[in-house]
């Protein structure tokens, strides 16, 4: 009976999982949940590998910088393009960024034609580019053309290639020139009358919708003597664009 007594006592002594609590009554055993989490596998992806600076890679597509572009960059990326007008009347641009375009101009004979240069006449961040087709003796007339969804393109203004004139004779007049505060290129004629000391004429006011030219505005004028023509820039041309006849 000593020995069965010692047994039970022993077994009650190992039986760790249950305690006694101030009642004298076991208390309940704790259990792991069924609902513990498993630990995850391992990532299998390797760990990112350091970058050198951004500034440090060449950029596949420059970023285009705000404001008007510079003279001489068509594209928009902030460098001056390479420009080319054969005697053929094909004008040939080289992106500084790679790639190039060939427009071959509408008119325009061997003597007459010349690049007048590239500049941004409305403010978008791409310069126009300015070509004469027609010199005479004491008259001009240009063309111009624009990057358009990623091409340089001829512009056209009424149905026709895009033709600004300047120059004339004493009692018939033209004259174009770029409004940088508008973005509009304006072109003006004014015509002497009987007595030669009075002058009528209009100025039109276009602006760049694409590749085209498109009318905003006619407005007639009269003017005495050698005054200036109201509601046009004073300068012909734009910016620094040689139109000198």
């Known amino acids: 009976m000593t020995l069965l007594v010692a047994l039970v006592a022993a077994g009650l002594a190992g039986c760790g999982s249950d305690t ?3 009642s004298g009554r076991p208390s309940a055993t704790t259990r792991p949940s069924s609902t513990s989490s ?3 596998a391992k990532s299998t992806v390797p760990p990112a590998r350091p970058t050198a600076p951004a ?3 060449p950029s596949a597509t420059p970023g285009r910088p705000t404001g008007p572009a510079p003279d001489g960059d068509v594209d928009g990326d902030g ?3 390479r420009m080319l007008l054969s005697p053929q009347g094909e004008l040939t641009v080289a992106y500084s960024g790679g790639g190039r375009d060939s427009v071959t101009l509408s008119s325009g004979s061997p003597g007459d034609l010349k690049l007048l240069g590239a500049v941004d006449a409305d403010a978008d961040g791409h310069a126009e580019v ?3 087709v027609v010199q005479g003796a004491n008259a001009q007339s240009a063309t111009v053309l624009r990057y358009v969804h990623g091409h340089l393109v001829q512009v056209t203004m009424g149905g026709d290639h895009a033709s600004l004139n300047l120059g004339g004779g004493l009692t018939n007049q033209f004259a174009w020139s770029c ?3 508008s973005g509009e290129i304006v072109q003006w004629q004014r015509r002497s009358g009987e007595n030669d000391q009075t002058f009528q004429g209009e100025v039109r006011r276009y602006r760049f919708e694409g590749r085209t030219l498109v009318l905003t505005s006619r407005t007639p ?3 005495s003597g050698d005054k200036p023509v109201p509601g046009v820039p004073t ?3 734009c910016g620094s664009l040689d139109v000198s006849l």
């Open 38 to 40: 498993v630990p995850s």
């Open 179 to 181: 409004d940088t505060r």
């Open 221 to 223: 004028f009269a003017t």
């Open 130 to 132: 300015f070509a004469r």
């Open 235 to 237: 300068k012909a041309g």
């Open 79 to 81: 460098r001056p393009d």
């Open 20 to 22: 006694v609590g101030a």
């Open 55 to 57: 500034g440090d890679r």
